[in-house]
Nanobody, 115 residues
Framework: QVQLVESGGGLVQPGGSLRLSCVAS????????VAWYRQAPGKQRDLVAA???????DYADSVKGRFTISRDNAKSTVYLQMNSLKPEDTAVYYC?????????WGQGSQVTVSS
């Protein structure tokens, strides 16, 4: 069974940085479409960033210039580097892997930006 395991969340002060990791079992993540979503309390789950099989990267307007999505195929891992964090970035972050017509969610990582 495919499993996505997230890590790297935590508490950070405004202006700080965090890097989230999403690791897929069985090296299945390599060269696939992966996206990061986030959901704050009382709000919908929104797309934050995505990376295609060809390496194209797309971002929500709210995080452009601050967040970077990348992958390491050898480690079957996708990262979300988050810089210049703001309190409004506080949310649970989820990675999602897409292969053909199937998709899998990570378990979610809490990111809290607060002084």
């Amino acid at each position: 069974q495919v499993q996505l395991v997230e890590s790297g969340g935590g508490l950070v002060q405004p202006g700080g940085s965090l890097r989230l990791s999403c690791v897929a079992s069985g090296s299945i993540l390599s060269n696939q479409f992966v996206a990061w979503y986030r959901q704050a309390p009382g709000k919908q789950r929104d797309l934050v960033a995505a990376i295609t099989s060809g390496g194209r990267r797309d971002y929500a307007d709210s995080v452009k210039g601050r967040f970077t999505i990348s992958r390491d195929n050898a480690k079957s891992t996708v990262y979300l580097q988050m810089n210049s964090l703001k309190p409004e970035d506080t949310a649970v972050y989820y990675c999602r892997l897409f292969i053909d017509s199937s998709a899998w969610w990570g378990q979610g990582s809490q990111v809290t930006v607060s002084s």
